[in-house]
């Protein structure tokens, strides 16, 4: 079986000490049990966590299909499985729960004091957790992520209806911040990134003056900055150690002259560097 993902909780100087296979099912797309279920494994330190989703194990011959690929992947780690799971037919809870696996429920905790408050059972229907839809959200989500598209590297400096700009040098993450904020929130974000011309003048380049109360500026460690540029083009002068921190060193000494509000992307996640970019522009949105 193919592993798709590799999590890791904060090192605490002691490195990776353990690894441990985790699997997310669902009788649905599994996104609500892989987004929780990250959330707590980073809070383990000295875990590698390798991780697998299945999605759409509604019946109790798919769930005993998947147990088998999972049996098959933990005896060759010597561990016992941890499943998280958003699972909502009975039959394949049941299933599930006899495999001797450790499993979290991400639901459980909360149905029982959520029917005690609302005075109701809940209705166990695959796929509520994704039902809820708001069409005017969901258009607003598409023409965000078109409009970072549209505007992503500089290609259009037209910045009139954006929301906010991430400024940076390249590779410092700006792309995936803007698909993010666009695909979750729906804000319409563009991204500029500065070149050796716009680094060579302490001021910002004139496209930026007008909307300065939208900017705010994503750095990154050199040597990070460094391994990522090399995959992209290896031996380039682009990749070099010297020319990453030159632009690095440039971008925070103009970001600090200009007073624009900034943060390293090295080592947050996606998720963390998107919320704190609105609480520090003001922008607040629902999560979709």
């Known amino acids: 079986m193919m592993v798709e993902d590799i999590v890791e909780g904060p090192s605490g100087g002691n490195g990776v000490t353990r690894e441990r296979l985790v699997f997310y099912v669902s009788d649905g797309t599994g996104i609500t049990a892989e987004t929780i279920g990250h959330s707590l494994l980073t809070q383990f330190e000295g875990v590698r966590f390798h991780t697998q989703r299945y999605s759409f194990v509604d019946t109790p011959d798919k769930a005993r299909d998947a147990l088998r690929q999972i049996a098959s992947a933990c005896e060759r780690l010597g561990c016992r499985p941890i499943i998280i799971t958003s699972v909502m037919e009975e039959s394949v809870n049941v299933v599930l729960e006899s495999s001797g696996a450790l499993i979290l429920d991400v639901f459980g905790p909360f149905i029982g004091p959520l029917e005690s408050e609302l005075g109701k059972q809940r209705q166990r229907h695959v796929g509520h957790a994704h039902g809820m839809v708001d069409f005017a959200a969901y258009e607003a989500r598409i023409n965000a992520t078109n409009y970072a598209l549209t505007h992503d590297d500089g290609g259009n400096v037209n910045y009139s209806e ?60 050199p040597a990070r900055l460094r391994q990522i540029r090399q995959e992209r083009r290896p031996d380039s002068r682009y990749a070099t150690i010297e020319q990453c921190r030159k632009e ?29 970019v609105m609480a520090a522009l003001g922008i607040q949105r629902q999560l979709f």
């Not at 666009?182 to 909307?211: I, K, Q, S, W």
């Not at 690095?248 to 390293?264: D, G, H, N, T, W």
């Open 248 to 276: 690095v060193s440039a971008a925070e000494a103009l970001f600090k002259a200009e007073r624009i509000p900034v943060q390293s992307t090295t080592h947050a996640s996606i998720e963390e560097i998107a919320s704190k």
């Open 162 to 221: 954006a929301d906010l700009i991430l400024v940076g040098v390249s590779r410092s993450g700006k792309t995936p911040t803007c698909l993010y904020l666009a695909l979750h929130y729906g804000v319409r974000a563009a991204n500029y990134p500065l070149t050796d011309d716009d680094l060579g003048h302490m001021e910002l380049p004139p496209r930026l003056r007008p909307f300065r109360r939208k900017l705010y500026g994503l750095t990154i460690d």
